[in-house]
């Protein structure tokens, strides 16, 4: 069985965020002192989380990515990857993490049957990576980067948030980079999602900007035949180098999205940008059948009307998403809980 939303959108992708914990803070995700953690009780068990992994894919679901927070403090992940893998329906199992903990976990996970490794670097510069993310932790990650290579698991993606007076002037090291671990990098726009209190406008580089550095300085780029369901529009330079940028905030791909997102706590959400998300942890643990829990999400996904980022798009004034209070209210809200 499949399911369209109002635009026609199928449901293919789900966001699997195992922890709203991180041992990061970055600036554009996590920049406030103080957090309010999920409670410890509401947390799915991998079984619980294994249990509605199957009631999604009866709706068409073939593609799951772990994430978080950071989802390699997650306790024996390599668990969850064993259960999900076992799963034939499911043909893509990725994982988003920022790289701290890889160089302990990559092999296990990878023996697990995880398919491929995105790895978040935004800068090359370890004082850099400091300021940026509040840690001193850029060797690890390079450790991590490292390992995932040696696991020679194929399409491995490093992703790098890009914020104007920070890391704009690293595009292109960073792109060599990449290119000396097989590995395609992705730029990322600056995005205004909750959690990003410290967001503005200005310090979002927009993707015509990257490219005209990147060719600037390594020559012209053909544009990339784009998959549909795919956020990032991908070039290749003349060296056969290819990158990606994901314009998510300036261009955002709402009108092919078919990306679910379920929180640590069982909150499934709809859109990033979603005010509230459907509950169903609540259901799972009262006794749900799979067919009562199917048909959750059939009758939430058959009138899904979200288009957030576009949305946002339209606004004239357009600041942070929420406020730190807001988000002090409802921790659902942060970008680290709903999984990015
Ligand atoms: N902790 C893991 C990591 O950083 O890779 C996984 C979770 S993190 C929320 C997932 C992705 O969201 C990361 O690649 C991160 O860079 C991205 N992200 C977080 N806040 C963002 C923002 N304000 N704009 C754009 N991307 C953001
Ligand atoms: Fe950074 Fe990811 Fe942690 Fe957010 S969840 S602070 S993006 S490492
Ligand atoms: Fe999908 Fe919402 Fe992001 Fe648009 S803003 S691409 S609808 S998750």
Redesign the pocket.
């Known amino acids: 069985m499949t399911v369209s939303d109002l635009f026609g959108r199928p449901l293919g992708n789900l966001r699997l965020s195992v922890t709203d914990r991180c041992n990061l803070r970055c600036s554009y995700c996590m920049p406030e002192q103080e957090y309010r953690w999920l409670p410890q009780p509401d947390m799915l068990s991998f079984e619980e989380i294994s249990n509605l992994v199957d009631a999604f894919v009866e709706l068409g679901v073939t593609r799951v990515r772990l994430t978080g927070g950071e989802p390699l403090l997650r306790r024996d992940l390599a668990r969850l990857v064993e259960l999900l893998s076992a799963k034939p329906a499911l043909r893509d199992i990725a994982i988003t993490t920022n790289g701290v903990l890889l160089a302990e976990q990559a092999a296990g996970l990878a023996r697990a049957g995880l398919r491929r490794f995105t790895i978040s670097l935004d800068t090359l510069r370890p004082r850099v990576f400091r300021e940026l993310t509040g840690r001193d932790d850029h060797a690890r990650v390079m450790a991590g980067i490292d390992a995932a290579v040696a696991t020679g698991l194929p399409d491995l993606k490093l992703d790098c948030v890009v914020m104007r007076g920070t890391n704009e002037g690293e595009l292109v090291d960073l792109v060599a980079f990449a290119r000396e671990r097989r590995a395609e990098i992705r730029f990322i726009e600056y995005m205004d999602v909750g959690g990003a209190t410290r967001w503005s406008m200005e310090r979002v580089v927009p993707r015509p900007e990257m490219l005209e550095r990147i060719e600037h300085a390594l020559g012209p780029a053909e544009a990339l035949p784009s998959d549909d369901r795919a ?1 990032a529009e991908r070039w290749r330079l003349a060296d056969g180098t290819s990158f990606g940028i994901i314009a ?1 905030t300036t261009a ?3 009108a092919s ?1 078919d ?1 679910a997102r379920l929180t640590a706590d069982g909150q499934w959400l709809t ?3 979603a005010s509230r998300g459907i509950d169903l942890r609540g259901p799972l643990r009262a006794g749900a059948t799979r067919a009562e829990l199917v048909e959750v999400l059939r009758a939430r996904w058959s009138v899904r009307d ?5 949305l946002r798009l339209a606004e004239v004034a357009r600041t942070a998403l929420a406020a730190p209070a807001e988000l002090h209210a409802d921790p659902h809200l942060e970008m680290h809980t709903r999984g990015g």
């Open positions: 956020p998510s955002p791909f709402c999205c990306r859109c990033l940008y979200d288009r957030g980022a576009e």
